[in-house]
Nanobody, 121 residues
Framework: QVQLVESGGGLVQAGGSLRLSCAAS????????MGWYRQAPGKHRELVAT???????NYADSVKGRFTVSRDNAKNTVYLQMNSLKPKDTAVYYC???????????????WGQGTQVTVSS
């Protein structure tokens, strides 16, 4: 069984910063891409940032220059440093990880439970 557990959400004023963490645990053989998505009320879930096992990252245009994704492969953990936050960044943030679990032959995308980020103006 594989689990992704997120932490670090909360309420912050515009211009402030937050750091999200997401740790994968369980029967893990390997992890490929890890990432962050978000879903605002009434909107579809959208990509925020992803990072490969080798450290290559990709960002949504709306967060480039403000957000930084990183990972610690030894800890099976991905982070999202969010700076210069704006009210439009308010959403539930979900982490994801493409994981090959022990005994499996294919990768499967796992999701965290979501953490609320609220940016007040």
């Amino acid at each position: 069984q594989v689990q992704l557990v997120e932490s670090g959400g909360g309420l912050v004023q515009a211009g402030g910063s937050l750091r999200l963490s997401c740790a994968a645990s369980g029967s893990i053989f390997s992890i490929n891409v890890m990432g962050w998505y978000r879903q605002a009320p009434g909107k579809h879930r959208e990509l925020v940032a992803t990072i490969t096992a080798g450290g290559s990252s990709n960002y949504a245009d709306s967060v480039k220059g403000r957000f930084t994704v990183s990972r610690d492969n030894a800890k099976n953990t991905v982070y999202l440093q969010m700076n210069s936050l704006k009210p439009k960044d308010t959403a539930v943030y979900y982490c994801s990880a493409d994981i090959q679990s022990g005994g499996a032959t294919e990768m499967y995308r796992y999701w965290g439970q979501g953490t609320q980020v609220t940016v007040s103006s």
